[in-house]
């Protein structure tokens, strides 16, 4: 075959030996790499991009007659079965006799499990081909990552039976995580709504399966039921009411005890209630907002890298910053009923984290363009509540403000 000369062509000559495989789950497999390609190379909307070019391969080769292609038809109309004509597909002369089992499939499982933080969870189904020469028994286990609220990575792969049993024997082992039976509807809707945000994003996470797996994984959950009635709404962050009830009850709490914060008064109490805001603004930017949910990551996260982007922070602030989030977390993860040690790792993390805050405070090398003005606005000591102050530093400054050379 010479030079393929359209993408569609590309994918033939890829998939020519698809007929010759063992089995529709093998093929299912082969399906899903070659659209793992299209998924990957995506701006946005990879989703999208997927069922467009299936269905723009269902129309260029509709009159190609090789096993190959009637196969390859048959495994991408299985797997993107909304794709325009896939429904039309029909299998061909020289179609292998298990294709007729591309796609048929029953849940044999469910479950859940994942670290006590909330940081990440993954869920594991297994699946069986309804005839076995379909294929053998197979797991598909996703994982979501909730600090930045998308579906991570996908694996497919068996024996189900191996893959559950590491699985339960890891999780036995560590106190810090934890497994449980799932309800097939939960793991539909929480996967789903992770990978509406993955298939949004313009870069991919580097690791793992998931673009591969993508179809693959598309395909076995719309084989699970529907949650009955709406799909919950991820929890929205606090209203004002609330953020001062919960400071109220936190400072009245042993955590702030045992830091100090309860004895805070004078002009160090405002510098105590804006690092308390930035904690609970932090929380909130997430997709699932809990001011609660604090583990090394988070408190990463938050104190090397999103306050020193999003706040300005004075000497007595930075210096009160790590204590309240010491108190905070170890508060959270007393109400959230956490282990010991996990309460214990955070906050160890938190104080090795203490000279990394400091320099990257002293630095300023990771303030946002416009948290780096206000930082000089207040440095050079103007009030930014007086106008005409503002507006003469403002043009003072223009230079450093905009990319304008002049």
Request: aromatic fraction near 6%; charge should be negative; include cysteine.
């Amino acid at each position: 075959m010479g030079t393929p000369q359209t993408p569609y062509d590309a994918v033939l000559h890829a998939a020519r030996d698809v007929a010759k495989l063992d089995n529709a789950l093998d093929a299912e497999m082969l399906g899903a790499a070659l659209l793992g390609s299209v998924y990957s190379v995506a701006e946005t909307e990879r989703d999208a991009a997927v069922r467009d070019f299936v269905a723009g391969f269902l129309a260029a080769t509709s009159r190609r007659r090789s096993a190959a292609a009637t196969t390859i038809r048959s495994v991408f109309a299985a797997l993107v079965p909304d794709a325009e004509g896939a429904g039309r597909v029909r299998p061909g002369a020289a179609t292998p006799a298990w294709a007729a089992q591309l796609g048929r499939v029953h849940l044999t499982g469910c479950w859940s499990y994942g670290d006590v933080y909330g940081d990440q969870t993954s869920y594991l189904a297994t699946f069986a081909y309804d005839d076995p020469a379909g294929g053998s028994a197979h797991a598909v286990v996703t994982l979501l990552d909730h600090n930045i609220g998308i579906t991570k990575d996908v694996f497919v792969g068996g024996p189900p039976d191996r893959i559950l049993d590491q699985v339960r024997q890891m999780c036995s082992g560590d106190e810090l995580t934890w497994f449980r039976d799932e309800e097939p509807a939960r793991m539909r809707a929480e996967v789903t709504r992770h990978l509406a945000i993955t298939d949004g994003l313009t870069e991919l996470p580097g690791e793992g399966s998931l673009a591969t797996d993508r179809a693959l994984l598309g395909a076995r959950l719309a084989l699970l039921p529907r949650a009955a009635g709406a799909a919950p709404a991820p929890a929205e962050p606090l209203s004002a009411a609330e953020r001062t009830d919960l400071v109220r009850r936190f400072l009245a709490s042993p955590e702030a005890a045992r830091f100090g914060l309860d004895a805070i008064d004078g002009a160090e109490l405002a510098s105590l209630h804006f690092c308390l805001s930035l904690l609970l603004d932090h929380a909130a930017s997430f997709p699932d907002a809990d001011p609660m949910r604090w583990s090394p990551t988070v408190a990463g996260l938050f104190l090397l890298d999103w306050v020193h982007r999003r706040a300005v922070l004075d000497m007595d602030d930075a210096a009160l910053l790590p204590r309240v989030l010491r108190a905070w977390a170890g508060y959270a993860a007393r109400k959230r009923g956490l282990p010991e040690q996990a309460a214990a790792q955070t906050d160890t993390a938190i104080e090795e984290m203490v000279p990394e805050f400091a320099r990257l405070y002293s630095t300023g090398e990771r303030r946002s363009p416009a948290t780096a003005a206000v930082a000089q606005l207040m440095a050079d000591g103007v009030d930014p509540d007086d106008p005409a102050a503002l507006n003469a530093w403002i043009e003072a400054n223009r230079h450093r403000l905009t990319d304008d050379p002049a």
